[in-house]
């Protein structure tokens, strides 16, 4: 329907308001790409929840941490979804988090420090998150 009327208006020479209607909806569209990531200070702050015991984690997989070395283990909270990957030194990194609203946080090991949320985590919180995996 839009797209029809874009188009008379351009048959018609309306020039202007095309190139305005073009880059109001370029622009509509770069806003919508940018609000669908999650950004890692966001997720942080998930797990910065989940280990002061604002949020309550709960698995959504058959994994235990204990024997998720080298693996991933998925959990949740209050509707979001988190994927955490244990490594056999005792670090772990967060994989992957989704928001309720579909907003996804993704690692990625090319980015430079500070895109992982657990590294924003102060120790006490990094501990704590931890002790509370090895729990779920």
């Known amino acids: 329907m839009m797209l029809s009327m874009v188009l008379r208006l351009i048959q018609r020479g309306c020039r202007p308001f095309c190139i305005a209607y073009k880059a109001a909806l370029h622009f509509d569209q770069a806003l919508q790409v940018s609000a669908a990531a999650l950004s890692a200070r966001e997720t942080c702050q998930l797990l910065r929840d989940v280990a002061l015991g604002i949020r309550t984690l709960h698995r959504l997989d058959e994994t235990d941490w204990a024997d998720a070395y080298g693996t991933a283990m998925t959990v949740g909270a209050d509707g979001w979804i988190i994927t955490f990957h244990n490594h056999e030194n ?11 609203d579909g907003r996804t946080y993704l690692f990625d090991s090319s980015h430079h420090y500070g895109t992982d949320p657990i590294e924003l985590l102060s120790t006490w919180e990094h501990t704590r998150l931890a002790e509370i995996l090895a729990t779920v």
């Open 90 to 100: 005792g670090r772990f990194h967060c994989e992957r988090c989704e928001s309720p």
